[in-house]
Nanobody, 129 residues
Framework: QVQLVESGGGSVQAGGSLRLSCAVFGYTWSSYCMGWFRQAPGKEREGVAAIYTGGGSTYYADSVKGRFTISQDNAKNTLYLQMNSLKPEDTAMYYC??????????????????????WGQGTQVTVSS
């Protein structure tokens, strides 16, 4: 049973940084896709960043490109999201997710919540102006 546990959320001022972590239990690194998603109150869940562990491809939503970086630590079975230059509009609950496709899903599919079956409980990020 795959379990994902997020941590690292918090409250920061605009322009600040946070690093989110997602510990993966019940599965060791192989060729699969992991992503970060966020959901603000009253809005749909949206893809933020994703990584395909097989080839190391990374994908980002346009709204975070150049500010957020997704990475993985194979030894620690942990996924990270480094968030810099945070804006108030980044405020949301952030979730990590995992899926086990046969290959790289590509940019569009990797950022679609419906493509993922395994989810963490979420961690709140609040950015004040």
């Amino acid at each position: 049973q795959v379990q994902l546990v997020e941590s690292g959320g918090g409250s920061v001022q605009a322009g600040g940084s946070l690093r989110l972590s997602c510990a993966v239990f019940g599965y060791t690194w192989s060729s699969y896709c992991m992503g970060w998603f966020r959901q603000a109150p009253g809005k749909e869940r949206e893809g933020v960043a994703a990584i395909y562990t097989g080839g190391g491809s990374t994908y980002y939503a346009d709204s975070v490109k150049g500010r957020f970086t997704i990475s993985q630590d194979n030894a620690k079975n942990t996924l990270y999201l480094q968030m810099n230059s945070l804006k108030p509009e980044d405020t949301a609950m952030y979730y990590c997710a995992a899926e086990f496709p046969l290959g790289d899903m590509g940019w569009i599919r990797s950022l679609l919540p419906g493509e993922y079956n395994y989810w963490g409980q979420g961690t709140q990020v609040t950015v004040s102006s």
